[in-house]
């Protein structure tokens, strides 16, 4: 790796990226109204809980802000997704998986990806949670390149492929390509509404932090105003990720990061609680949350204590933290502080009509993301959310030619 001369604003950058100091930009926090994310309209507690029933495409109406390019980067694992649908759970059984489950990849399951690759269902596509999530947002936005991309691939065919797809989405990659390791793939075994993801991260395991100190990396990381950050990369990158939240501290930026999947609390609790006092969004599903209460040993099963707990975690400076807890048929929880809670029910869905469940949640984080970076309010932000989820419902994996073209009025 080359060194950046002193007194290039490249080495200024990297050494305040070290050091987790403020640079030059400081946002205009007056561009979040009282009706914003991180200052919600009203008080609302635990023993006060409220129902959103806003209709968006009713008078009260937000102007939004232009999104510059670059205003967002994800941090994640890009993977070639490879997509079967089973009838019964004899392939689950044969490699020890639960129906609804995400895993990295053992030695026992390498053979399951050759296994999949043969079936005549199969299906290929772009994937990892953090690159779905960012083709999304773009989806939404429109105009390209407003989000970028962070991880490792495999100088190979499907990192070309995954590349490629990313771009014409209009995500900007910004790809750490190992010569000695493959790109990796995800098994995503659909039963019914389930899906069980099996993740051979390959090169995406191999990331390394000295990527974030070449020139082009410190540029966009310093334009960007929003990093959002998957538990699947904590996993991976450990001190990218302390490093990229504490710069955004103390630069006033925002920093989201997703809990992802179970086992990031099982196998990385430690660094995940390096990680949330730098925190300011914090996403994840109702198991993740039960994950969490289990790995912090607070012996409680209540997913109202187990949020308004994670709230209150200590948190560096910056503005109060906000949590988000998903499920598919209860309402999104959104914890904010003084006990103020905000649930926001999720429209049913004809289950005749769902194709596959993968993605549904990276779905949800782009559209929360999309309507965050314009400062919009809460509502939006959840509503995007959950629209965008129920979206991809009717389709393999997220494939935004799929999509219908996005306006307010879809919510």
């Not at 050091?19 to 205009?28: S, T, Y």
């Not at 968006?56 to 079967?84: C, H, Q, R, W, Y």
């Not at 962070?150 to 990192?159: E, L, S």
């Not at 492929?161 to 995500?171: E, F, L, N, P």
Request: with cysteine; hydrophobic share 40%.
């Amino acid at each position: 790796m080359r060194q950046l001369p002193k007194g290039s604003v490249g080495y200024f950058v990297s050494r305040h990226l070290r050091q987790g100091a403020a640079i030059a930009f400081k946002p205009n926090w007056s561009l979040y109204s009282t009706q914003s994310l991180l200052a919600p309209p009203s008080p609302i507690t635990l023993s006060h809980r409220v129902h959103s029933t806003r209709n968006f495409a009713s008078k009260e109406k937000k102007k939004k802000m232009e999104v510059e390019e670059g205003v967002l980067i994800g941090f994640g694992n890009p993977l070639l997704d490879i997509t079967v649908s089973i009838d019964d759970s004899s392939l689950l059984e044969k490699y020890g998986l639960q129906a609804n489950a995400a895993i990295i990849a053992e030695e026992k399951h390498l053979p399951l990806f050759e296994e999949l690759s043969g079936m005549d269902t199969v299906q290929y596509s772009a994937g990892g949670a953090c690159q779905n999530s960012m083709r999304i947002v773009q989806w939404i936005l429109g105009s390209p390149f407003r989000a970028l991309y962070f991880g490792a691939v495999g100088k190979d065919k499907f990192g070309e492929t995954i590349a490629k797809r990313a771009k014409a989405d209009g995500v900007e990659t910004h790809y750490q390509v190992n010569d000695g390791k493959p790109t990796g793939t995800c098994a995503v075994i659909i039963s019914g509404m389930n899906r069980s993801l099996v993740a051979n991260l390959g090169a995406a395991a191999h990331f390394t932090e000295d990527w974030m100190d070449t020139e082009e990396s410190l540029c966009v990381v310093e334009r960007a105003q929003y990093y959002y950050i998957t538990g699947f990369f904590l996993a991976v990158s450990p001190p990218t990720v302390l490093r990229i939240a504490k710069f955004a501290n103390g630069s006033n930026r925002t920093t989201v990061i997703n809990l992802s999947a179970v086992f990031v609390m099982q196998t990385h609790k430690k660094e995940l609680d390096e990680l949330i006092p730098y925190v300011d969004i914090i996403i994840g599903n109702k198991e993740e949350a039960l994950a969490f209460s289990s790995a912090s040993n607070w012996d409680t099963s209540d997913i109202f204590e187990i949020g308004r707990r994670l709230q209150c975690l200590p948190k560096e400076k910056g503005l109060p933290r906000v949590v988000m807890i998903t499920d598919a048929v209860c309402p999104v929880l959104v914890f904010q502080e003084n006990d103020k809670l905000l649930e926001y029910p999720v429209p049913k869905v004809d289950k005749s009509k769902i194709v596959d469940t993968n993605g549904c949640g990276d779905a949800f984080v782009g559209g929360f993301l999309s309507q965050l970076v314009q400062h919009m309010p809460l509502d939006y932000c959840i509503r995007a959310g959950i629209f965008a989820s129920q979206q991809v419902l009717g389709i393999v994996g997220i494939q935004i030619n799929k999509l219908p073209k996005f306006n307010e009025s879809c919510m």
